[in-house]
């Protein structure tokens, strides 16, 4: 569990730091600074990387070990 969580720790560092490396260009000055414009961003890797922390999550749960024994009798 400790990798995993490092791993994990490791990736979203790298992650970060490789989505600051990305600079979104301001409006021009002296150019009226529409809501179209804005809304025109691309947010395909926001996208990607929720479904990926939602599917981490997921296998962590289905995954978790229970010390709960359920026995049956007939």
């Given amino acids: 569990m400790r990798t995993f969580v ?3 720790v490791a990736a979203t560092l790298i992650a970060t730091s490789a989505l600051a490396a ?6 021009p000055s002296g150019k009226p600074a529409g809501v179209k414009k804005a809304q025109e961003a691309d947010n395909t890797v926001w996208w990607v990387v929720g479904l990926g922390a939602v599917a981490a999550g997921v296998g962590l749960v289905a995954s978790g070990n229970s010390t709960v024994v359920t ?3 007939k």
């Fill in 22 to 27: 990305v600079t979104v260009s301001p409006l």
């Fill in 6 to 8: 490092a791993a994990t």
């Fill in 71 to 73: 026995t049956t009798t």
